[in-house]
T-cell receptor, first 115, second 116 residues
Framework: KAGVTQTPRYLIKTRGQQVTLSCSPI?????VSWYQQTPGQGLQFLFE???????NKGNFPGRFSGRQFSNSRSEMNVSTLELGDSALYLC??????????????FGSGTQLSVL | GENVEQHPSTLSVQEGDSAVIKCTYS??????FPWYKQELGKGPQLIID?????GEKKDQRIAVTLNKTAKHFSLHITETQPEDSAVYFC???????????????FGSGTQLTVLP
């Protein structure tokens, strides 16, 4: 079974631009969560989607947004990029089925650098 | 909200020795505590988890203990090997509405180095 797939693996953008990151969850998983990882702030929750609906949102500005498609694939968008948005963006999926629905499985992430 | 503290930030052990990483949490409503291992260039990998109705869980060389009263939990790795070298994160969560995934609050991580 393929794991969580994130594309692209690396991105370089300049301040003020916007960026879209993509995530394909494990087959059969309907929930997708996004986390930001930085050396200073560690791993922080961005938002979570289930059945195309945002179920939960962390404390990030409105420049960070996301969506989920009917096939459970998800995208996150960051508009008006700032230097502080440089980070590893991680996507995690989980299954609704049985007792394992609480386990989050992470992808390898997208490393975003804002210059 | 939840706050998770993790210690130590770095840990070096000799191959074959044991390693212990400790975490404390603030929200008494938290009921799920996973541990993740992150290798360079990869995403966090779930290695073991424990729910609040269990005090200890073991999986081969890895064990996790939970003390709900003191609000702390620990990861124990026995007979460490060089391939155990990585960053380890603890996390806590209390959110689980119907059909929704948990929101994890992570500790700051422990860089474990196993010396051959």
């Amino acid at each position: 079974k393929a794991g969580v797939t994130q594309t692209p693996r690396y991105l370089i953008k300049t301040r003020g631009q916007q960026v879209t990151l993509s995530c394909s969850p494990i087959s059969g998983h309907r929930s997708v969560s996004w986390y930001q990882q930085t050396p200073g702030q560690g791993l922080q929750f961005l938002f979570e989607y289930f059945s195309e609906t945002q179920r939960n949102k962390g404390n990030f500005p409105g420049r960070f947004s996301g969506r989920q498609f009917s096939n459970s694939r998800s995208e996150m968008n960051v508009s008006t990029l700032e230097l502080g948005d440089s980070a590893l963006y991680l996507c995690a999926s989980s299954s609704k089925m049985g007792g394992d629905n609480e386990k989050l499985f992470f992808g390898s992430g997208t490393q975003l650098s804002v210059l | 909200g939840e706050n998770v503290e993790q210690h130590p930030s770095t840990l070096s052990v000799q191959e074959g020795d044991s390693a212990v990483i400790k975490c404390t949490y603030s929200d008494s409503a938290s009921n799920y505590f996973p541990w993740y291992k992150q290798e360079l260039g990869k995403g966090p990998q779930l290695i073991i988890d424990i729910r609040s109705n269990v005090g200890e869980k073991k999986d081969q060389r890895i064990a996790v203990t939970l003390n709900k009263t003191a609000k702390h939990f620990s990861l124990h790795i026995t007979e460490t090997q060089p391939e155990d070298s990585a960053v380890y994160f603890c996390a806590a969560s209390n959110h689980l509405s119907s059909g929704s995934a948990r929101q994890l609050t992570f500790g700051s991580g422990t860089q474990l180095t196993v010396l051959p």
